[in-house]
């Protein structure tokens, strides 16, 4: 029988995001500043330390996996990492988010590695504002990605769309009846004030319930109480059944109370919190003790103990975390 990881708010967490690179072949706008520097080879965790630490995680209690990053289809032998991952006895679900950008690729070998669910992200239909909000990436590239999963056969797929005032606000209908005609799901993400990106964020905020008005005015939405394990609060469309609606709200729907996830970044640090700089070196400690989990483990317990209650983003666009969000593992 697994431990649980318990926090000192008494959170179970039995959900963890592995963040297994900080680069990317995208620089969207919330995301990333144009100029980035990323982590050098030697600081990141390996493959084979990725895996110690799911296994460790799975042991004591936790059920969900979702990798991430960066774009974590541009880490090299991920495929191998999603085979091992998923065959840990334990674990309920391995899931991805990623950009979609080398899904046409990658979408079939992801499916029969284990990967249950997709995320993908996309935050504009129309090719120059895609552009525009990525800095680099090639919507259709997406659009053929999007496709390419459905055809893969995964549990599920869901779109993640972060709106931002007066770049895509205006395209959360077309957004909303591309996942309906997809039969995908789709969440809408309040932008976080993750490291400085090079714009300001002032007014920039979309909330949630502006999103769910946009939608309200043109589907019949039914409140729903079901949950993907996540952060997200979901709604369902009367006439079609095949696409939930879900909100990610950060600024006006903390989420905090129910929170039962933590983070590992690509440089093996545990984040507790996505909104607090609050972390534990795993790195050093993996590869103090390589032979042993136990002190590895203990470490983990006492870092929860200081897992922050909430975060505090404030809507006026302030960065407070440093840390940029690939550098977090959204
Ligand atoms: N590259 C992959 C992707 O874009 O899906 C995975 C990593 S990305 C950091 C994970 C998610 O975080 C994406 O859905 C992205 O839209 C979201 N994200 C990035 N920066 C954000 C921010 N500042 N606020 C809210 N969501 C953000
Ligand atoms: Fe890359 Fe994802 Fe960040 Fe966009 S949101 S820059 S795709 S890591």
């Known amino acids: 029988m697994s431990a649980a990881l318990i926090d000192g708010f008494g959170r179970t967490i039995n959900y963890v995001r592995l963040s297994v690179t900080d680069r990317c072949d995208f620089r969207c706008i919330y995301c990333m ?164 990106v090079g714009r300001s964020r002032e007014s920039a905020l979309f909330s949630s319930d502006q999103v769910r008005d946009s939608i309200a005015a043109h589907y019949a939405l039914l409140d729903s109480d079901e949950s993907s394990g996540g952060p997200a609060r979901y709604m369902r469309l009367q006439d079609h059944p095949d696409t939930r609606i879900g909100f990610i709200s950060p600024h006006s729907h903390n989420f905090c109370s129910t929170c039962n996830r933590v983070r590992l970044t690509v440089e093996g640090k545990l984040l507790l919190c996505l909104g607090n700089e609050h972390s534990l070196d795993l790195l050093t400690l993996l590869r103090r003790y390589p032979l042993s989990n136990e002190p590895v483990l203990s470490a983990i317990g006492e870092a929860l103990n200081n897992k922050p209650e909430q975060h505090h983003f404030s809507s006026d666009g302030d960065v407070q975390i440093i840390r940029f969000m690939n550098a977090s593992g959204g």
Not at 81 to 101: D, F, K, Q, R
Not at 132 to 144: E, F, S
Not at 145 to 166: D, E, L, M, T
């Open 33 to 196: 500043a144009e100029e980035m520097t990323f982590l050098p080879r030697h600081s990141i965790l390996s493959l084979e330390e990725i895996q110690r630490c799911a296994e460790i995680f799975v042991a004591n209690g936790v059920s969900k996996i979702r990798l991430t990053g960066g774009e974590p289809l541009t880490r090299k032998g991920i495929i191998g990492l999603c085979e091992t991952i998923s065959a840990i006895p334990g674990l309920n679900e391995l899931v991805m988010t990623t950009n979609g950008s080398q899904l046409t690729k990658y979408a079939q070998a992801l499916a029969e590695a284990g990967v249950q669910r997709l995320n993908i992200s996309l935050d504009s239909l129309c090719p120059a504002k895609f552009k525009a909000m990525t800095r680099v990436g090639d919507l259709q590239q997406v659009l053929n990605g999007i496709q390419a999963a459905r055809q893969a056969g995964f549990k599920r797929i869901k779109i993640n769309s972060v709106i931002i005032q007066g770049h895509n606000d205006d395209e959360i209908l077309a957004l909303t009846a591309y996942a309906i005609e997809n039969h995908v799901d789709i969440t809408f993400i309040e932008e976080m004030p993750l490291g400085h």
